[in-house]
């Protein structure tokens, strides 16, 4: 499946030079001109990675950012900020708002996919291949699905993320606090109990195929994924 990239540029001019760059490079290119039409294309598809300018009309790139990270359904979804500030207090807000790299303008098109090569490499999820199949439950990183019997399950970012590294893992009992720094990122502050709050969910997603067995409670440890009772 082709990996699509959202921009999110309040200049037309510069969208199209981008969008040029990345259908070039084998992207699927969304567009949105302001933080609105981000949220509302957000509503109905999660890109793989979002190229969000700082200075748009208002709401800024730096509070959509920080909005994005606090919800649920998006804060999975890595952000690459691109900015003409170049100060490093600019690039460290930018980062501390949940960007996961920081590009200044001008900026050379080699330089932009490169980076987002990088934070696409670094935001997927470990493992063994691109499909893992446990318990006759499949999982596909390329397609961004999970199935079972041929019924497709929706989960959210986040959790598709968490089966992953749990499936990927499978039979190791993990930590809620182990889980946040692989799943969620060692940068990203998370409390403990959100890790319980997308277990159930994700535990309801799997009850829908009559899998949700295969996610253990380990008791006074965590969780583990397994296929044996």
Known sequence: MTTTILIVDDEPDIRE????????????????????????????????????????????????????????????????????????????RGLERGAD??????????????????????SRPEGAGDKLEIGGLRIDTVSHRVSAGGQRLELAP????????????????????????????????????TVDVHVRHLRKALAETGHEHLLQTVRGVGYRFSDMP
């Not at 300018?53 to 900020?81: V, Y």
């Not at 993320?161 to 990122?185: P, T």
């Open 17 to 92: 030079v981008i969008r040029f760059t990345l259908e070039a490079s084998g992207f699927r290119v969304r567009e949105a001109g302001h933080a609105e039409d981000a949220r509302k294309l957000l509503q109905d598809e999660n890109p793989d990675l979002i190229l969000l300018d700082w200075m748009l009309p208002g709401c800024s790139g730096l509070e959509l950012a920080r909005q994005l990270k606090q919800n649920a359904q998006t804060r999975a979804i890595p952000i690459i900020m691109i900015s003409a500030r170049g100060e490093e207090d600019d690039r460290i």
């Open 101 to 122: 790299d920081y590009i200044i303008k001008p900026f050379s098109p080699r330089e932009m996919v490169a980076r987002i090569q990088v934070v696409l490499r670094r």
């Open 158 to 193: 986040i959790e598709f993320r968490l089966l992953y590294y749990l499936m990927s893992h499978a039979e190791r009992a993990y930590s809620r606090s182990q889980l946040i720094d692989k799943v969620w990122g060692e940068q990203i502050y998370v409390e403990e109990r």
